[in-house]
């Protein structure tokens, strides 16, 4: 919440019941960062886990990942789609996929303008993955761009028909490994 008490962002932490066999904690830091990690025993007794770190940014009102670490096969760790239950009214809102683990999702901005989206992607077998959560507004009726203040990265959004091509214009290094880049294209999944 803004000082002011008025609602700013929020960001699930756990899920209740989940029917894995893992166990699920939370971690407060000063920060404040909130760290989400899952453990459980692998099969020579050594401990599987992910941890994924995130963080509010004022900047954007929205919550970021600023850490991710994993022991896992990545094939194996779930993508949590961080804005699922967001209302999807506006024209271009939706899920655009290539496959389950290459998407981005897109739902409504704070007007007709704007778009919240989250894109994920894994490339070379998932030796290369990308993420990332932000605001991108619209500069034309089929062009958006994603450029925050104190993040290197630009990516330039143009809507054809049923997809959506993704351009990194920008240093995105933060958010992805070093041998690829967020440039790729997904067709909008028809709503149930």
Known sequence: FYK???FAAYQDLLQKNNPDDYD???LVTSEPAFIISREKKGKDNTTLFSRNSWAYSGSTHSFITVMKDSNENPENIAVINPLDTLPQKNKYSGNYTEDKRNYISLR???DDHSYQFFIHFEK???DCIGEL???MKMIDSKTAIYQ???DACVMDFHFEGKRIIVKERGNCGNHRGIKCFF????????SK
């Open 4 to 6: 002011d008490k008025k």
């Open 24 to 26: 699920h904690n939370v």
């Open 108 to 110: 409504d901005g704070k």
């Open 124 to 126: 070379n077998e998932g």
């Open 133 to 135: 959560k932000g605001i």
């Open 148 to 150: 925050q203040n104190g």
């Open 183 to 190: 440039d790729d294209e997904y067709v909008k999944k028809n």
